[in-house]
């Protein structure tokens, strides 16, 4: 590269045009899933607290909202559930409900926007009166005990209609016993999307909040999901779940580790996404509410980082608002 001033880098930044002409990344709707919360009350919608704009959707709201998505064009749903305290249990068999609260609310998007995805964590945690993603025993949580539990929840989402399984409980093996147990029932179809690189992270505040969950927790997650100084483990874990059969995997949460995301979508070439998880969503609109920041403009902000960082697509709370924004 020639120096200056025969180059001059802000020669392409003086016009919209040339701007638009040499841009890098882009990010369209096609990039965003929506992370919404169902809930099993009677009201029909409720607020989320700790993040402002977000609704906990009973079944009719949610019918609405996946209408709403299929016409923004949104690819797909992400399924979180906000339960009835009374149906908890220590071993949160609720989870395997065919007729619980998930299940129909997959059949409830299916039916309201066949052609929106249907993605479903597959993980604990809103069913037990604990709060973790597993089977808890003496102050911890068996892991194989806990994939045993998880390929009976994935069974009963699959069985519902969910088009992607998507564990989140960061046990180890489950990739490759849900596969198998998929792949036994007739679900040769079904996807997975690995939480692959999740990380033990305080941005999930909100979230427990808004399924219900961090009111119960006892302790805390950080023997079964990973440390947050850590990078190489996070390509180990990406490598086994790729291996064990995994379609897609993801990183969480987002934007503090988008050099995750960039080392997982470099290393193995595969669709990574990436969660902008409940925490950032409520810095962002916590500053926004207080004129700090511009909410819109950071959310679109946040939102190209991960597609700059390699993701092929983004999980947030904020799709809706950015695909109206990108719709013009
Ligand atoms: C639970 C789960 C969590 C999130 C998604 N699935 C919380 C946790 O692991 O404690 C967090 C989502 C968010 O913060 O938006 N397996």
């Given at each position: 590269?020639?120096?200056?001033?025969?180059?001059?880098?802000?020669r392409?930044?003086?016009?919209?045009?040339?701007?638009?002409?040499?841009?890098?990344?882009t990010?369209?709707?096609d990039?965003?899933?929506?992370?919404?919360?169902?809930?099993?009350?009677?009201?029909?919608?409720?607020?989320?607290?700790?993040?402002?704009?977000?609704?906990?959707?009973?079944?009719?709201?949610?019918?609405?909202?996946?209408?709403?998505?299929?016409?923004l064009?949104?690819?797909?749903?992400?399924?979180?559930?906000?339960?009835?305290?009374?149906?908890?249990?220590?071993?949160g068999?609720?989870a395997?409900?065919?007729?619980g609260?998930?299940?129909?609310?997959?059949?409830?998007?299916?039916?309201?926007?066949?052609?929106?995805?249907?993605?479903?964590?597959?993980?604990?945690?809103?069913?037990?009166?604990h709060?973790?993603?597993?089977?808890?025993?003496?102050?911890?949580?068996?892991n194989?005990?806990?994939?045993?539990?998880?390929?009976?929840?994935?069974?009963?989402?699959a069985?519902?209609?969910?088009?992607?399984?998507?564990?989140?409980?960061?046990?180890?093996?489950?990739?490759?016993?849900?596969r198998d147990?998929?792949?036994?029932?007739?679900?040769?179809?079904?996807?997975?999307?690995?939480?692959?690189?999740?990380?033990?992270?305080?941005?999930?505040?909100?979230?427990?909040?808004?399924?219900g969950?961090?009111?119960v927790?006892?302790?805390?997650?950080?023997?079964y999901?990973?440390?947050?100084?850590?990078?190489?483990?996070a390509?180990?874990?990406v490598?086994?779940d790729?291996?064990?059969?995994?379609?897609?995997?993801?990183?969480?949460?987002?934007l503090?580790?988008?050099?995750?995301?960039?080392?997982?979508?470099?290393?193995?070439?595969?669709?990574?996404?990436?969660?902008?998880?409940?925490?950032?969503?409520?810095?962002i609109?916590?500053?926004?509410?207080?004129?700090?920041?511009?909410?819109?403009?950071?959310?679109?902000?946040?939102?190209?980082?991960?597609?700059?960082?390699?993701?092929?697509?983004?999980?947030t709370?904020f799709?809706?608002?950015?695909?109206?924004?990108?719709?013009?």
């Amino acid at each position: 590269m020639s120096a200056f001033p025969a180059t001059r880098m802000r020669r392409l930044r003086q016009a919209d045009w040339s701007r638009r002409l040499v841009r890098e990344n882009t990010l369209t709707v096609d990039d965003l899933v929506w992370a919404v919360v169902v809930s099993d009350s009677a009201d029909p919608t409720e607020p989320v607290a700790a993040m402002p704009g977000v609704e906990r959707l009973g079944l009719k709201a949610m019918a609405d909202a996946a209408r709403r998505a299929e016409a923004l064009g949104i690819p797909a749903m992400a399924v979180f559930p906000h339960i009835d305290p009374a149906r908890k249990d220590e071993e949160g068999k609720e989870a395997f409900n065919r007729d619980g609260l998930v299940p129909n609310a997959i059949r409830t998007i299916k039916d309201a926007a066949p052609n929106v995805g249907v993605i479903c964590d597959v993980a604990l945690d809103p069913f037990t009166t604990h709060g973790h993603d597993g089977v808890l025993k003496d102050r911890m949580i068996l892991n194989d005990e806990t994939v045993t539990s998880l390929i009976r929840q994935s069974l009963v989402q699959a069985e519902a209609g969910c088009d992607v399984i998507a564990p989140s409980d960061m046990m180890d093996g489950r990739i490759g016993a849900i596969r198998d147990a998929l792949e036994d029932s007739g679900f040769s179809n079904t996807m997975i999307l690995s939480y692959a690189a999740k990380y033990a992270s305080g941005f999930y505040g909100p979230y427990r909040e808004a399924i219900g969950s961090g009111a119960v927790l006892q302790g805390d997650k950080k023997t079964y999901q990973m440390d947050p100084a850590n990078t190489e483990e996070a390509l180990r874990e990406v490598a086994l779940d790729l291996d064990e059969g995994a379609d897609m995997v993801m990183v969480k949460p987002g934007l503090p580790y988008l050099d995750i995301v960039r080392r997982v979508s470099e290393t193995f070439g595969v669709p990574t996404l990436a969660f902008q998880v409940s925490g950032e969503y409520a810095m962002i609109e916590a500053a926004a509410a207080n004129g700090w920041i511009d909410g819109d403009r950071v959310m679109m902000e946040s939102l190209m980082a991960f597609k700059r960082a390699g993701a092929a697509g983004i999980l947030t709370y904020f799709a809706p608002r950015a695909a109206e924004a990108l719709n013009g």
